[in-house]
């Protein structure tokens, strides 16, 4: 048993030798300290700690069975929110070939279908990117079809997107047809999806096959998580594609191990980074008819440009920090509505959009606009819920900038500082990015220190990420990017 310091801190370190090495790890199973035995119970005891750190998963409500590495939830939850991240969070760990989802989505008070159909067509029409959609809404106890027409596939997701974030809502049945305004060859949509995959951050496409065939998509090969096959789903729907099937993309956890990659090269003078950033930007649909100028220095992306919304401006800066080779992000581009309000009708749209949201609805929180300007200020209970809140106010026609002063107030009681770094430990061992590196974690009061080397800036973020939801009340980063910038690696 590890025995705590004076100053009762606690230090875990995961060094790669060969396989790995595990050293100063109280309280290990036989498969937690050997990556070639994970086995089916351990994955579901994974899964479960994970839902007992998240706030906004009712742990106590969900069952979680595995078999054969395929995970299956069942139980209730009170919104459609709560069952998307439940659904996030296995997919992020180590060992999940596949995921069935049997949650079932219980609103504590049910709104009546007319009122939820009304309520969704308002938040797409309010939407500054999918207020231009023609789209047919039915309601039937809860369940939303949605029916229509637009040109991408991410316009169809961002439609359902949207609908999720309505109160009431227990399912969506997504028939939206997708009609490409774009006729492409096969070898035209190969090459695009092979671009995709090499600049997305999230994907290692070297052990990726791609077969098209009448503009039918199809892919094989193996990838290290269930989240990364499907960002390689995503990555594939580029313009011309009908249809993308993933049945012969294989989920192995090894399929991350280092000793396997590649770095990734492809995407290495500026102009090739700020033509990946302007691919990515062109599959956004919050990004459609905008002009945006990027200009790359030394892994820094520089945006400069003018938006409608929040929302867009904040789109362009995740595609960019999500590009190969991109380390940090300068968002310079301006927002101005072509929809001003003045400040007491801003206030009431944020708040009515707080008001219909499923996950913040219940929070009394204060609401106040300023030439365009809003600042939200409360107690919340995640971090999920202060970015939902951030996001929804940002989608808010006539928002130019969201100040963001909202704090969390956890109902649960405070953690001790082995708490703290045995979640953490946990989380790092069974991500699939991070199980393999060389991390110290230490936690003194409260406070966590990161310290030791990581490969790029995306293990850089996923570690802070990591820590934040471990409910650390400061983190100072302070890991060594091995293939980064002189500001992390020095």
Known sequence: MLQPSNINSYILKIVLIGFISIALIPNLSRAESDSLNITDKDITVAI????????????????VTTENGIVTLSGNVDNLLAKDRAEKIVESVRGVRAMIDLIAVEPLIQPEDEIIKKNVNTALTDDPAADSYELTIQVDDGTVTLRGMVESWQEKQLSETVTKSVKGVKNIRNEITVNPVT??????????????????VWVHEGLIGIIVEKNQVTLTGSVGSLAEKYRA???AWVNGVTSVNVE???????????????????VSSNTQKEEAIRHAFSYSPRLH???????????????????????????????????????????LIKVRSTDPANDEALERRVQKAFNQHPMIDRYDLIVMARNGTISIEGYLQSPTEILEAVRTAATVKGV?????????????????????WEDIRRSIWWDPRLYDQDITIVVDDGVIT?????????????????????GAERIRNRLKV?????????
């Open 48 to 63: 479960e700690s994970r839902f007992i750190i998240e706030e906004n998963v009712p742990a106590n409500f969900i069952n």
């Open 233 to 235: 789903f995503t990555d």
């Open 450 to 470: 990161l310290t030791g080397k990581v490969p790029s800036i995306l293990e850089w973020r996923r570690a802070t990420k990591i820590a934040k939801e471990a």
């Open 289 to 331: 008819h905008v002009n945006i100028s990027i200009q790359v220095k030394q892994g820094t992306a520089i945006l400069t440009g003018i938006v409608n919304n929040v929302a867009a401006r904040h789109a362009a800066e995740e595609a960019a920090r999500q590009t190969v080779g991109i380390w940090r992000v300068r968002n």
């Open 482 to 490: 091995i293939d980064g910038p002189d500001f992390l690696t020095s």
């Open 183 to 200: 006729i492409r060859s096969d070898s035209e949509i190969e090459a695009e999806i092979i671009r995709r995959l090499q600049s997305d």
């Open 400 to 420: 130019t900038k969201v100040l963001n002063y909202l704090e969390i107030k956890s109902s649960s009681m405070q953690k001790s500082d082995e708490e703290i």
């Open 248 to 266: 012969q993309l294989e989920v192995e956890w090894w399929a991350r191990d280092r000793m396997l990659q590649n770095p990734k090269e492809r």
